[in-house]
T-cell receptor
């Protein structure tokens, strides 16, 4: 079945440090890939997405490139801020007539300190 | 524009008691989802509605869980009786359209603790 594997957290960084959160996937078809973010006390929000190989999703300084050859979708940001502290979820969707069903990873908690 | 609204925010019950969660999706969104998120895990789909119809309930434990979406707007998810292992955050999400490419909007969730 479809699955997503993320690096375990928590990840603790100093402000302005470079961020990488690894994500790899297994899927039977050709998935779309997503990163969702969950700020404390809030619901999940779509951060970025990529729908085909070599696509790059970007938003709020975050980027992730759909790498089919390595089945990866690593999240990166060049300079993190305290306000980026949240839990980040990698997810995939394969359209097989089942509609908009997302398969999530376990989440990676990011803590950014001054 | 209001987002997806869920209530209650927190619920504490004893095992074997019934519990219900309520979700009001974004206005005009015909697709509604219920997810369960166990501690330290990602959300897992329980049921998906297209308007009033449950089109994917394969992951819903039907012996104790039930859901309804009367009139294709609000939805309730019920557990009866609750078990200790049901402690989790129950998330509701909604989206527009039926192609499967639409963005999902999530509510803040209901955190259930079964004692």
């Amino acid at each position: 079945g479809d699955s997503v594997t993320q690096m375990e957290g928590p990840v603790t960084l100093s402000e302005e440090a470079f961020l990488t959160i690894n994500c790899t996937y297994t899927a039977t078809g050709y998935p779309s890939l997503f990163w969702y973010v969950q700020y404390p006390g809030e619901g999940l929000q779509l951060l970025l997405k990529a729908t085909k190989a070599d696509d790059k999703g970007s938003n709020k300084g975050f980027e992730a490139t759909y790498r089919k050859e390595t089945t990866s979708f690593h999240l990166e940001k060049g300079s993190v801020q305290v306000s980026d502290s949240a839990v980040y979820f990698c997810a995939l969707r394969v359209l097989t007539g089942g509609g908009n069903k997302l398969t999530f990873g376990t989440g990676t908690q990011l803590k950014v300190e001054l | 524009e209001a987002g997806v609204v869920q209530s209650p925010r927190y619920k504490i019950i004893e095992k074997k008691q019934p519990v219900a969660f309520w979700c009001n999706p974004i206005s005009g969104h015909n697709t509604l989802y219920w997810y369960r998120q166990n501690l330290g895990q990602g959300p897992e789909l329980l049921i998906r509605y297209e308007n009033e119809e449950a089109v994917d309930d394969s992951q819903l434990p039907k012996d104790r869980f039930s859901a309804e979406r009367l009139k294709g707007v609000d939805s309730t998810l019920k557990i009866q009786p609750a078990e200790l292992g049901d402690s989790a955050v129950y998330l509701c999400a909604s989206s527009s359209g039926q192609t499967g490419n639409e963005k999902l909007f999530f509510g803040s969730g209901t955190q259930l603790s079964v004692l």
